[in-house]
Antibody, heavy 120, light 108 residues
Framework: QVQLVQSGAEVKKPGASVKVSCKASGYTFTNYDINWVRQATGQGLEWMGWMNPNNGFTGAAQKFQGRVTMTRNISIYTAYMEVSGLTSEDTAVYYCARRSDFLTGRIDPWGQGTLVTVSS | SYELTQPRSVSVALGQTARITCGGN??????VHWYQQRPGQAPVLVIF???NRPSGIPERFSGSKSGSAATLTISRAQAGDEADYYC???????????FGGGTKLTVL
């Protein structure tokens, strides 16, 4: 079955960077964009950006431009998202999700989430 | 930037029908998807492209849309339906994805 499995929880200090991985299985990795969405505790879903695994093209929400880097390793079907310059406001669960319909933006399935805690 | 508006909370009696709305400018021209998120879990797609139900989602879940709002309807509500529900669109003009603020459904 189509599945996305993310890396484990991270604890980082303010100013540091974090890199979260998302390993895909059950489909051809290069055929579908990977999106990243985060959720602070008790808050809603916040879209961060997308990456086309085939050509490496990316797009990010305005507030994350310049601070988020999305990459991939096609040989191991894995997408990565790195966030730099962490502050306490970046403490959240980060999800990767496959955009299963390019035109409508439907995203399915989602990874299990990775908790990133930023604390001094 | 485009915004989607949802009520923060909706309550429904056990076995009754819950309706969760999602409003946005000219939403009638956009394709709306709905996700269910139970506490501590990742979101799950429950309705795609306004009215379609993925395999495995009960028929009790349905979607509709008018010119001013999209609606997620949950019939014969069960305790297991208690969750947060989010609507989502893809704004093709900016290539950005937009989520509504989420609605907490409580089954009484």
């Amino acid at each position: 079955q189509v599945q996305l499995v993310q890396s484990g929880a991270e604890v980082k200090k303010p100013g540091a960077s974090v890199k979260v991985s998302c390993k895909a299985s059950g489909y051809t990795f290069t055929n579908y964009d990977i999106n990243w969405v985060r959720q602070a505790t008790g808050q809603g879903l916040e879209w961060m950006g997308w990456m086309n695994p085939n050509n490496g093209f990316t797009g990010a929400a305005q507030k994350f431009q310049g601070r988020v880097t999305m990459t991939r390793n096609i040989s191991i079907y894995t997408a990565y998202m790195e966030v730099s310059g962490l502050t306490s406001e970046d403490t959240a669960v980060y999800y990767c999700a496959r955009r299963s319909d390019f035109l409508t933006g439907r995203i399915d399935p989602w990874g299990q989430g990775t908790l990133v805690t930023v604390s001094s | 930037s485009y915004e989607l508006t949802q009520p923060r909370s909706v309550s429904v009696a056990l076995g009754q029908t819950a309706r969760i709305t999602c409003g946005g400018n000219n939403i009638g021209t956009k394709t709306v998807h709905w996700y269910q998120q139970r506490p501590g879990q990742a979101p799950v797609l429950v309705i795609f492209s306004d009215t379609n139900r993925p395999s495995g989602i009960p028929e009790r879940f349905s979607g509709s849309k008018s010119g001013s709002a999209a609606t997620l309807t949950i019939s014969r509500a069960q305790a297991g339906d208690e969750a947060d529900y989010y609507c989502q669109v893809w704004d093709i003009s900016t290539a950005w994805m937009v989520f509504g603020g989420g609605t907490k459904l409580t089954v009484l």
